[in-house]
């Protein structure tokens, strides 16, 4: 099984920026579509970016053109720079393979993402 560990969140100012890092376990990283996801309290997990084996990329409107997804193969890890942070970003942020599993055992902790002046 795949694990995964986020990290990267922290406080910021609204129009900053934060760079989360997922590294993953397991030799299907390669060849795995993996995204990013995020949930605000009391709201349902959205996807925010995903990006495929040949590094094509697809991101949520709300974050489009602020925010970018990469990944680094060789050492199983993927990224999201995120700028221009706005007060409707604030979430936990969460890697894996997408579409996102429905079991809730195959999700890491995920990071903390918080925006505020």
């Known amino acids: 099984q795949v694990q995964l560990v986020e990290s990267g969140g922290g406080l910021v100012q609204p129009g900053g920026s934060l760079r989360l890092s997922c590294v993953a376990s397991g030799s299907s990283f390669r060849i795995d579509t993996m995204g990013w996801y995020r949930q605000a309290p009391g709201k349902q997990r959205e996807s925010v970016a995903r990006?495929?084996?040949?590094?094509?990329?697809v991101y949520a409107d709300s974050v489009k053109g602020r925010f970018t997804i990469s990944r680094d193969n060789p050492r199983n890890t993927m990224y999201l720079q995120m700028n221009s942070l706005k007060p409707e970003d604030p979430a936990v942020y969460y890697c894996?393979?997408?579409?996102?599993?429905?079991?809730?055992?195959?999700w890491g902790q995920g990071t903390q993402v918080t925006v505020s002046s």
């Open positions: 894996n393979t997408h579409p996102g599993p429905t079991d809730a055992r195959s």
């Open positions: 990006i495929d084996r040949i590094y094509r990329t």
